[in-house]
């Protein structure tokens, strides 16, 4: 076993707070199909058992009995490969105990209780109280990324980089949303990723302002904002890296909405540091891109109040970011104890914890004129003495702007992984 492992291993050892109860993680199974063309989708180990196991192994298991110690009761189950596996598919045994010794080493703990993680096992029965008390330590403790995982979401964002820099170059009118895609995601590869981390989104003049946007064949037109949002992934850890472009030159109008987003985007990363609550550092990069829209004659009143009325959400209406590394969200969520804030401008604010060294977070502002949203008559109404309507009007077409990087929490100053991607336009 490598060391980074065995060290992570013996780290959560201590982190689970397990008493005397065992731990079991699934992998998962592939997932046939449903035409019976004799394949599966694509198959992606449960991120609770890559992090603990370090390989893609469908039907794994990896177990933890904190009775056997910290370092010598952990075991890897994996499943016999078959000849059809060797003939058809090439694939290789993997070192590990054989899944069929799984049950009998579960009945030598009869009685003890099973928290259980990753995807379902067969054979094992979790206590729920359990499972959900040791998922939360489980994923608090995944927080914090060691030296190797820090050296993969490095070598991730330098891939990310390479295919960023082929944009520029190719940002002319009549080039299409999937052409985008396809020389960003080969660029990719090229620099060594092994995938791209997630759904690439590439939006070009209004689909800038869909936040999920799947690349269509739809050209970009002289003017128009261009916004991309993907990263690659090198043995399943990625980077995840948001740019927004303008085909030519920019106007006045889409030059100054860059900018306070720039301008917010460096703030918040200037305040992720050890103990900074990222709900804060949300609210403010929040009240900060409101100010600027005032300054711009799109929003009216004291920047502070505006966030109080939540009428930031009508431009904003994303968290600030999430965790990244081992998943585009990775360790996101609650910090142990904490419960959802109910305000209806958080519900998509991704983490609610102070952050501390090792972790590793998207910061990723955004400003967006979404007819959705801004044509809706209940916010128009809510929110009539807040925002220039007829302004708006103009603009509803714009698209929007997003700008992502991903930042290293230290003890000193943050480290932006992927300040080798420039932010100009």
Same mark, same amino acid.
């Given at each position: 076993m490598s060391d980074f492992l065995s060290a992570r291993r013996t780290r959560l050892a201590a982190a689970l707070s397990l008493d005397?109860?065992?731990?079991?993680?699934?992998?998962?199974?592939p997932i046939p199909l449903p035409e019976g063309s004799d394949q599966t989708y694509p198959f992606r180990s449960h991120a609770d058992y890559y992090y603990v196991a370090a390989h893609e192994c469908a039907g794994g298991v990896v177990a933890f009995d904190p009775r056997d110690g910290a370092s010598? &009761?952990?075991?890897?189950?994996? %499943?016999?490969?078959?000849?059809?596996?060797?003939?058809?598919?090439? +694939?290789?045994?993997?070192?590990?105990? !054989?899944?069929?010794?799984?049950?009998?080493w579960l009945a030598a703990r009869t009685g003890r209780k099973i928290a259980a993680l990753g995807a379902a096992?067969?054979?094992?029965?979790?206590?729920?109280? =359990? =499972?959900?008390?040791? +998922?939360?330590?489980?994923?608090?403790a995944r927080r914090p990324k060691d030296a190797h995982e820090i050296a993969l979401i490095r070598r991730a964002a330098e891939a990310t980089a390479r295919g960023y820099a082929k944009l520029p170059a190719l940002l002319r009118p009549g080039v299409t949303e999937r052409a985008l895609?396809?020389?960003l995601e080969a660029e990719f590869a090229r620099g060594g990723g092994t995938r791209p981390g997630y759904g690439t989104i590439v939006g070009t003049g209004p689909n800038a302002a869909v936040l999920h946007f799947e690349p269509s064949y739809?050209?970009?037109?002289?003017?128009?904002?261009?916004?991309?949002?993907?990263g690659a992934e090198?043995?399943?850890?990625?980077?995840?890296v948001t740019r927004t472009y303008v085909v030519g030159e920019p106007s006045a109008f889409q030059r100054d909405l860059y900018q306070v987003v720039l301008a917010a985007e460096e703030r918040a990363i200037a305040r992720c540091v050890p103990g900074a609550e990222w709900k804060e550092i949300h609210l403010a990069a929040a009240t900060e891109m409101v100010a600027g829209l005032v300054s711009m004659g799109v929003m009216r009143g004291s %920047?502070?109040?505006? /966030?109080?009325?939540?009428?930031?959400?009508?431009?904003? %209406?994303?968290?600030?970011?999430?965790? /990244? &590394?081992?998943? /585009?969200?990775?360790?996101?969520?609650?910090? !142990?104890? +904490? =419960?959802?804030? !109910? +305000? !209806?401008?958080?519900?998509?604010?991704r983490m609610d914890l102070p952050l501390a060294a090792g972790y590793v977070v998207t910061i990723e502002p955004g400003l967006y004129f979404i007819p959705a949203l801004l044509n809706d008559p209940a916010r128009r109404a809510r929110y009539r003495e807040c925002v220039n309507w007829p302004l708006v009007e103009q603009y509803l077409a714009l698209g929007g702007v997003r700008l992502e990087d991903n930042v290293l929490v =230290?003890?000193?100053? %943050?480290e932006v992984l992927t300040s080798a991607i420039p932010k100009t336009l």
């Open positions: 005397d109860a065992l731990l079991v993680i699934g992998a998962g199974e010598a &009761g952990w075991v890897s189950f994996v %499943p016999a490969v078959t000849e059809g596996e060797r003939v058809w598919e090439g +694939r290789q045994q993997l070192p590990g105990t !054989p899944l069929a010794h799984l049950e009998s096992v067969r054979l094992v029965s979790a206590d729920e109280a =359990t =499972t959900a008390r040791v +998922r939360d330590h489980f994923k608090h895609q396809i020389e739809r050209a970009a037109q002289p003017g128009e904002f261009v916004l991309v949002d993907a090198i043995e399943r850890y990625m980077a995840d %920047p502070s109040s505006l /966030v109080e009325q939540e009428a930031h959400a009508l431009f904003f %209406p994303h968290g600030l970011g999430h965790m /990244v &590394g081992l998943g /585009v969200r990775d360790g996101s969520g609650l910090l !142990p104890g +904490r =419960t959802k804030d !109910p +305000r !209806p401008c958080l519900k998509s604010l =230290t003890d000193g100053a %943050p």
